[in-house]
């Protein structure tokens, strides 16, 4: 489980080719107790460290993973958020990121507002479903609170130091991003046809000795 509080931007600096794609990744805050088996979120998508060398850590991405998300257009340089995973006992700041990516977005637009910048994201309908006006989105790795929502496309405002700390410093209009919707709209989309069923229409039923 991730937060979605990004500790660092990583570069990556070697990307393997075939099914299984190999990604190795140049880091430093993220090193701190990370062991072969651990979990690293990069651009939002849960990986396992393969082996570490030096500043150097090394993840397999399976072609499924590839599929379903942005990774396949890592390039030698190109920008990476990180974020271990959160420890029991760590401080919860951001929202439910389990690293599971549920669509590809694309950056439509950046307009400044403000002393902040409005960013318009394409959306496929499998994250706009769980879209929602002052809820949270995970976009590449990084929680945000969603401002408006429109039939393919949702926007966010983007403060400068989350824009410094994170990649959004380097991507373009036109680049794809990772989209992970909040867990909990999913949970309730799964879980609420089975009460409505199992409580006829949310009719409760009465206890007329009771009345």
């Known amino acids: 489980m991730f937060t979605g509080l990004v500790e660092e931007v ?3 600096v070697g990307v393997g080719e075939g099914g299984m794609r190999s990604l190795c990744v140049a880091a430093r805050k993220v090193l ?3 062991r072969e088996g651990d979990s690293i979120a990069v651009n939002g998508v849960c990986l396992t460290v393969e082996w570490r060398d030096g500043e150097v850590l090394a993840f397999n991405a399976m072609p499924e993973t590839l599929r379903r998300t942005a990774l396949g257009g890592l390039r030698p340089g190109s920008p990476v958020n990180l974020e271990r995973a959160m420890p029991a006992g760590g401080r919860f700041g951001g929202h439910f990121v389990q690293g599971h990516v549920d669509g590809v977005g694309e950056v439509l637009d950046v307009r400044p507002e403000g002393g902040a910048e409005i960013w318009t994201f394409r959306a496929p309908e499998s ?5 929602v006006e002052k809820g949270s989105i995970c976009v590449d790795g990084i929680s945000l609170t969603v401002v408006s929502v429109k039939e393919n496309s949702f926007t966010v405002s983007i403060l400068p130091q989350t824009k410094e700390s994170t ?3 380097e991507l373009e209009v036109g680049e794809r991003v990772n989209l992970e919707a909040d867990l909990i709209g999913k949970y309730v989309e799964r879980l609420l046809p089975q ?5 006829g229409g949310f009719e409760r039923s009465v206890d007329r000795d009771a009345v």
Do not use: H, I, P, Q
């Open 127 to 131: 994250v706009l479903r769980y879209t």
């Open 167 to 169: 990649n959004l410093e």
């Open 10 to 12: 990583g570069r990556v």
């Open 195 to 199: 009460a409505v069923k199992s409580s």
């Open 32 to 34: 701190e107790g990370t």
